[in-house]
Structures are given as C-alpha cells and as structure tokens.
C-alpha cells in the first residue's frame, strides 16, 4: 500500500508539471491571439473564422497519436478557441472597425464559431467525364414514376405548395403503417435537424453525438447554444455502453446514425432496444435512417417498430439516397403527435416545394423500384468491396451504399490524385478520420473506372 501511495503522488506529481507545462501554452498562445487580433484590425478584417477553426481541429486530429480521445480534443480547443476570441475583443477595443465589420456585431458567440459544413463536392465545374463517387448519391436516378409525378406538378408552379403536404404525409402513413398526424416533412434531413434540435436544445443543455459520424449534428447543437458532447465508436462500431456512460442530467438530445455515416456500421436490433429501454424519458432521441432501403444485416432494426414502444424515440428518414431525390430536398420525420405539432408549428409554411411532394408521394409507393435498388446495390457493393480489398485496401463492411476505405497511405494525397483523374470520392479528414476515404457505391462502368485508377496510383 505505501508503495502505490508513493507512486500515486508521483504520477499527480508529473501531472501537475504537465499542468503548468499546458498554462505556459495557454498564456503563451493568449499573446499571440492578442497579436493577431491588432494586424486584423489593422487590416480590417473579422475576428472570428469558422473555417479557420475548422482547419485547426482538422490539422490537431491528423497529427495525433490517439491517445487523447478526438471527441475531448475537439470540445478542449473549442473552448480555447472561444476564450482567445473573447480576449481578441478585449485587445481589440470596442470600436466601430471591428464590432461592425461585416455586421456581426450583433451575432451570438455561438453562431460566430461554427464550422462551416463541408459537403463531398469539389469546387469549379468538372472536367470531362467525371465519375462522382463523393456524395452518397444514388447514380441511378429516381424512377420513371418519379420523374412523371415531378413534371406533372411542373404545370403548378404558379401556385404555393399544400401546406400541410397531405398527399406524400398520407402516403408515408400508408407504406409505414403511421398515422399521418406523425409524419413530418423537411426541406432534407438537415431542416428536420435544425427543427428537432431547436425543439429540445440550448444553452446548458447537451446533446449526444456519435463520432465520427455526420458533421452537421455538431453546428445544428452548438447554433442552439448546447453543448456538442461526442461518445466514440470503437474500430468504427457502435458501442452502446459508451453512450450511457455520457448521459447526465443536462443530456437532452441523444443522436444515433443508423447506418453511420461515414463508416456504414450500424446498431444490431437487440442493442438498440436495450438502449431505449435505460435511457430516462425525458431525453429523446433521433434515429437518423438516412440510409434506409439499403441495409440487408438480419438483425438490423426497424425504427418505425421500436417507435411503437418508446414515445421518446424520433425516426427521420430521407428520400436522397435510395430514391434518387437528392437534388429535390425531401425528408420526413416520424413522432408523437404531439412532438409533430410542435415541429409543423416551427417550420416555414411552404418548406417543401410542389414538385418535391409530388416526387415524394411517388416515391415512397414505387416499392418496385427500391427493391431493385437494394438488389443492384447489393450486387455492386460486393464487386467493388472484394475489388478494394484485392488492392490491399481495408474496407469497413457497410450496410449502406458506401464504404469506408483505410489505404496503406495518407488519403489525402490519394483523393487529390483520383481527382485528377476525374473520379471524385471523399476525403475523411473532416469526419475525424485521417487517413481515409469514402467512397459511393456506383455503377460497375464507375467503380472499374475507380478501381483502375486505384491500381495505378498505389503500384
């Protein structure tokens, strides 16, 4: 015993150097920041940019060894960052130059530092013909009913959308087996977000993040004033345990990607249920079917049933993936009546625009055509998986229709190179995985096409 009394006060000994070794830092780079913030107004320029803060946890999570967790290191520099912001202002002054540029002055701190999202398109017009693997779209398009439902209501643009959407809500309630008072529709998944988020969120409040996963549920938190707190994945799997060990009392919004994104890994039926079942009723939870119409595990869960059971549990799902609507910004949300009230009250009138509600309604009644998605998806995902792998290439199995890819060499040069190439997929830097890249599951032409260029790069 005295022994390990001895050695727990040398390692708080060591502790404690690190300590102050860490203030020297801080009160060194508060100096610096103070210097910054005089050539900024100097040069009249803002304070404040997302994008560099974005750059600086994106540089801080390629460099690291691991040892300190990506979720940690990202909440500690963000309040680093907010507190050498706070005293650039103080350095700064008060003045009219800075307080006013580009009419920020009255913006909340917590809108100034957000991140900004990045999405997997590249800037500029392509050259040529450019295989587009980057985005998790489907590259076969809606089907013909789709397209016949979308020009049709083509001849109504004069007029303001329904604004309760009844067509595609009553059809939603037909193939699920809902009750159209609980369906919600959004302009994407990405207004859904901001509606729940806004319903449930704010200033010391937390909501549960999965990481590394879809960076928007990060800046739909943070833009309510709540804490952004990240439970990690372990190898790219969910752990479940790891979520309940962050709930507390401020935790009011817990998030789960089911498939994830990037990673396409998922929560088996059992874990989920028995998730829902420790989780205290007051905090709800959203369960982001993104993917849905695409998995194939047999013990992958079905939202709309565990619903049924926890009166707690959201379940969005959109129309961008397996249907082909990417590009018409489409999604729903399925709750309590009394949750969807609430979210109807919150959203703008006419969120979702006409040919988008007819292409809905369509859609969701066009079983035909997502079996053969699913099908061609299958098919394509096991070619370009076995594929990648006969390269040397780790691939994580995914129940999407994509896949994550850890190459034996740093991706980003990898991307560039397939970039000039004409074939796009995305780098996975800015989810926290350094290293890697997503890729979509396309067609066989597209992925030969990647899987050649992939040949010739790594040889």
């Not at 009219?96 to 590249?122: C, F, H, K, W």
């Not at 040529?128 to 643009?157: F, W």
Request: include cysteine; proline fraction near 5%; hydrophobic fraction near 40%.
């Amino acid at each position: 015993m005295p022994g390990t009394v001895r050695s727990l006060k040398a390692l708080r000994s060591r502790i404690d150097e690190v300590d102050l070794r860490i203030l020297r830092l801080l009160e060194e780079r508060a100096r610096w920041a103070a210097a910054v913030a005089k050539v900024k107004k100097h040069k009249g320029r803002p304070l404040y940019s997302g994008s560099r803060e974005e750059e600086i946890f994106r540089r801080l999570l390629s460099a690291g060894d691991g040892s300190f967790p990506a979720e940690g290191l990202q909440n500690v520099f963000h309040e680093i960052i907010t507190a050498c912001l706070n005293l650039q202002k103080r350095s700064v002054g008060t003045g009219r130059t800075m307080e006013n540029n580009g009419g920020l002055s009255g913006v909340a701190d917590a809108i100034r530092g957000l991140p900004e999202y990045q999405p997997g398109q590249r800037r500029g017009k392509p050259r040529g013909d450019l295989v587009r693997l980057s985005g998790n779209e489907n590259n076969y398009g809606a089907s013909p009913a789709v397209h016949r439902a979308a020009a049709g209501a083509l001849r109504s643009l004069h007029l303001y959308p329904d604004k309760w959407a009844t067509d595609p809500r009553r059809a939603i309630a037909r193939v699920l087996r809902v009750q159209a008072e609980e369906v919600v529709l959004g302009n994407g998944s990405d207004e859904l977000m901001d509606l729940i988020f806004r319903m449930y969120l704010r200033a010391g409040k937390e909501a549960l993040l999965p990481h590394p996963s879809f960076t928007y549920y990060e800046i739909a938190a943070r833009a309510c004033g709540a804490r952004a707190v990240f439970f990690p994945l372990v190898d790219y799997q969910y752990d479940i345990s790891r979520v309940r060990a962050k709930v507390c009392e401020r935790t009011a919004l817990v998030v789960l990607a089911n498939p994830n994104n990037p990673t396409g890994t998922y929560i088996p039926r059992r874990e989920l249920s028995d998730l829902l079942k420790s989780l205290p009723t007051h905090v709800i939870v959203l369960l982001d079917e993104a993917y849905w119409g695409y998995p194939e595990a047999g013990d992958f869960p079905d939202g709309m049933q565990l619903r049924r059971r926890h009166p707690n549990l959201i379940v969005m799902r959109t129309f961008s993936k397996s249907h082909g609507m990417a590009g018409l910004r489409c999604a729903f949300a399925v709750c309590e009546k009394a949750m969807a009230g609430v979210l109807n009250k919150l959203r703008q009138p006419f969120n979702v625009n006409r040919v988008a509600q007819a292409a809905a309604a369509a859609a969701i009644r066009d079983r035909r055509w997502q079996a053969t998605m699913w099908k061609r998806n299958q098919s394509e995902k096991l070619f370009l998986e076995s594929e990648l792998r006969r390269l040397g290439l780790r691939v994580v199995p995914s129940q999407a229709n994509f896949l994550l890819v850890i190459p034996p060499r740093r991706a980003s040069r990898l991307v560039e190179r397939l970039a000039q190439q004409n074939i796009w997929v995305r780098d996975t830097a800015s989810f926290g995985i350094s290293g890697g890249f997503r890729v979509t599951v396309g067609k066989r032409a597209e992925s030969k096409r990647l899987v050649n260029a992939l040949a010739s790069i790594l040889e």
